[in-house]
């Protein structure tokens, strides 16, 4: 289950860049912060 949750985030963040084009090097760390929650 928590890998599922894991793969949900990544491709959450993914479309986010897309669409808002973040830097990829702000959208990473986003994610790694996220996922020491």
């Known amino acids: 289950m928590k890998e599922?949750?894991?793969f949900l985030r990544?491709?959450?963040f993914?479309?986010?860049e897309y669409f808002m084009?973040?830097?990829i090097?702000?959208?990473r760390l986003t994610f790694?912060?996220?996922s020491f929650l």
């Open 32 to 34: 790694v912060f996220l």
């Open 10 to 12: 990544i491709v959450f």
């Open 21 to 23: 084009n973040i830097p």
């Open 14 to 16: 993914f479309c986010l």
């Open 25 to 27: 090097s702000v959208t």
């Open 4 to 6: 599922n949750c894991i």
